[in-house]
């Protein structure tokens, strides 16, 4: 089995290199949800170059599908990797930094795309030793979870059908070397909403004369918390927030309407349903307290809590642990982000885990930051680590 390994990991060095150039071009050429043309064209291209069957325009016109079949008798697995950036100026100093105004990869997509791609190049340069089949699931618009559905709907995961989901997300919150991985809920699920509050307009020296909408809005917002702080178990996690007020055009103008803006995160589904009945309810009662009306819009589609298969994440885990020691793998802890790879688990059991990118010592900028870095040396570590998961998940 080590010189297995050995075979398999000597074909990652040699791409090594290639592979750090992939990341940097697609660094230095962000698209955001939807508008990933370019870095579709190039997943495209070099899936084909390696031999694979390749689907375009998935369910979204930027969605990639490649198909390896091994030569092998085996079981079909999928690999996803998303590919869309953020909308954000970059501030990192580096050669590589972002040719996109007001574009950029925050959030290590782009590190997922080299790694998936290379990953695919290995696998199919040793396909007389490859059982069964991998499905590269190459998906666009995962920061405003508008690309998983489309996918699932355009039946990436029937031709040919899948029996397992896998995938990493590269996290600098974890360093270089550990790879994280958590059965069960280890990411939250995701609804974003805005409140319309309707009132009644008029001048500010006269508020009797008005319903304001403004005052409204402020104590739906400070109710809101109590939802989840009175009404959610002590030992369940739910997290609402609101990002974003907007009212008014003038100091001594009541306005006629409010918005407020905000997001709701769970791991438990029955949590996260209980919250988002309690929530539309909540806003039309308070409203209607202040004479006023609220209504509760759902600005996108969310998506569920990333829940991992515990047979499958068992044996992710075992593969780190044969391929890097016991020093190298963690459950870490779960994370209120989101993910709409979520969609994929729920079609098919699988495992999504992270892989450190953080350098020991040096304050690192959060994803979603426009200073945000990750250590390259976690593309290897990534490479490495999703061959094993794969060859594993793929056996008979």
């Known amino acids: 089995m080590s010189e297995t390994l050995a075979a398999w990991d000597e074909a990652l060095t040699q791409r090594h290199e290639e592979m750090v150039a992939l990341r940097r071009d697609f660094h230095r050429h962000p698209e955001l949800s939807l508008k990933e043309h370019r870095t579709a064209g190039i997943i495209a291209e070099r899936l084909r170059a390696s031999g694979l069957e390749v689907r375009e325009g998935a369910g979204t016109d930027t969605a990639v599908v490649g198909v390896l079949h091994g030569d092998k008798p085996g079981r079909t697995v999928a690999w996803r990797a998303d590919i869309d950036a953020l909308p954000l100026t970059e501030e990192a100093d580096v050669p590589f930094v972002s040719g996109t105004p007001g574009t950029m990869h925050a959030c290590g997509h782009d590190g997922h795309t080299a790694i998936a791609l290379t990953v695919a190049d290995a696998l199919a340069a040793r396909r007389a030793e490859l059982p069964g089949t ?36 590269l996290i600098n919150e974890f360093p270089v070397g550990q790879v ?42 400070v109710g809101m918390q109590e939802l989840v702080s009175r009404e959610i178990p002590a030992l369940d996690s739910a997290v609402l927030t609101v990002g974003q007020i907007e009212a008014g055009t003038k100091h001594n103008i009541i306005p006629e309407t409010a918005w407020l803006r905000g997001s709701l995160r769970a791991f438990d589904q029955r949590i996260r349903d209980q919250i988002l009945e309690r929530l539309g309810t909540y806003v039309q009662r308070m409203a209607q307290a202040y004479r006023a009306e609220a209504t509760l819009h759902f600005a996108a589609e969310g998506c569920p809590a990333v829940d991992n298969d515990a047979d499958v994440t068992e044996r992710v885990r075992q593969g780190v642990l044969h391929l890097m020691g016991p020093e190298a793998v963690s459950d870490g802890y ?63």
């Open 134 to 169: 991998v499905v590269f699931l190459f998906q666009p618009a995962e920061e405003v979870f508008g690309g998983a559905k489309p996918m699932l709907d355009a039946g990436v995961l029937d031709d040919p059908r899948v029996e397992t989901v896998l995938g990493l997300h």
């Open 180 to 221: 994280v991985v958590r059965p069960g809920p280890s990411m939250a699920s995701a609804d974003f909403f805005d409140v319309e509050v309707r009132g009644k307009g008029g001048h500010g020296a006269f508020p009797h004369l008005s319903v304001d909408p403004i005052t409204v809005a402020a104590h739906i917002l």
């Open 334 to 396: 779960p994370l209120m982000g989101s993910d709409d790879v979520s969609l994929f688990l729920r079609a098919r059991p699988g495992c999504y885990f992270w892989v450190g990118a953080g350098v020991p010592g040096r304050e690192m900028m959060p994803h979603h930051h426009p200073g945000f870095a990750i250590d390259e040396g976690s593309l290897a570590v990534g490479a490495r680590v999703a061959v094993k998961s794969i060859l594993d998940a793929v056996q008979p």
